[in-house]
């Protein structure tokens, strides 16, 4: 079980997702974190920098929007998540 999940909603910016992912990926890998990249609106861009990247990537039906992709994260997510702490 992943020591904490990390949700990443995202739309049609590859580019920014890749620099993130840059910055996220390797410290979420020491720590034992997973990464899921929500794909709103199917864009292949987006899927090819995520996997890139080592995130999962999930589909969200488009446009679901910020707050459908995040939820969709919440669902999907393997780490013991204190719905508390969820932002």
Request: no cysteine; charged share 15%.
């Amino acid at each position: 079980m992943p020591t904490a999940t990390i949700v990443i909603p995202t739309r049609s910016r590859p580019g920014y997702l890749g620099v993130a992912l840059a910055a996220i990926a390797p410290q979420a890998r020491e720590a034992g974190a997973e990464v899921l990249v929500l794909n709103d609106g199917g864009d292949t861009a987006t899927a090819q920098v995520a996997t890139l990247h080592g995130a999962t990537v999930l589909e969200v039906p488009a446009p679901g929007g910020a707050n459908a992709a995040r939820n969709a994260g919440i669902e999907a997510a393997r780490s013991d998540l204190d719905r508390k702490s969820v932002v």
